[in-house]
T-cell receptor, first 114, second 111 residues
């Protein structure tokens, strides 16, 4: 158990809908990273927050957004969902903001868009 | 652009049969190379970080090594519980500095 929690575990929704994924980092960690993992592309970095502020963006679509709250939990919002958004979404947390800080991954949310 | 290629894509071993997984990388200045283990339907689990060529790290039956162009994950006398997908990731020291992951090697160890 990494200490990172994610909810929900599974999410099934329809095209065009909007969903929110939630992540609680390990105690003491200030950074939260979001990743998308699909069968054909592997793990793709989406976005990083550090202590409530957006720090870095990766391959995140404009239909996706995220935020980190004062209690350091983070939410990833996915809107206008398309079939291709079906994937596993992971968050990871780390102590600091540097990418060489070890990232600890949560169990993931499996999103299915029908 | 930073790139990571892992080989083989899949590997089947008998229990006790040692082998190595390869991670070849292209990066503009390596800040760190990371190995993770991922079980089906679960999040990646951190194994090792390597920072410079010649560095080696060990954990139980696993040993990671690093050269200037590739890293190897050596598995000695594997057991069925070592079955998982092993992911390699690199972080470069220019531009965005995000972690770039390979697509992994699926390892199956049969009793």
């Amino acid at each position: 158990d990494s200490g990172v929690t994610q909810t929900p575990k599974h999410l099934i929704t329809a095209t065009g809908q909007r969903v929110t994924l939630r992540c609680s980092p390990r105690s003491g960690d200030l950074s939260v990273y979001w990743y998308q993992q699909s069968l054909d592309q592997g793990l793709q970095f989406l976005i990083q927050y550090y202590n409530g502020e957006e720090r870095a963006k990766g391959n995140i679509l404009e239909r996706f957004s995220a935020q980190q709250f004062p209690d350091l939990h983070s939410e990833l919002n996915l809107s206008s969902l398309e079939l291709g958004d079906s994937a596993l979404y992971f968050c990871a947390s780390a102590l600091g903001w540097d990418y060489t800080d070890t990232q600890y991954f949560g169990p993931g949310t499996r999103l299915t868009v029908l | 652009e930073d790139q990571v290629t892992q080989s083989p894509e899949a590997l089947r071993l008998q229990e006790g049969e040692s082998s190595s997984l390869n991670c070849s990388y292209t990066v503009s200045g390596l800040r760190g190379l990371f190995w993770y283990r991922q079980d089906p339907g679960k999040g990646p689990e951190f194994l090792f970080t390597l920072y410079s060529a010649g560095e080696e790290k060990e954990k139980e039956r696993l040993k990671a090594t690093l050269t200037k162009k590739e890293s190897f994950l050596h598995i000695t006398a594997p057991k069925p519980e070592d079955s998982a997908t092993y992911l390699c990731a690199v972080q470069g020291n220019t531009g965005f500095q995000k972690l770039v992951f390979g697509t992994g090697t699926r390892l199956l160890v049969s009793p």
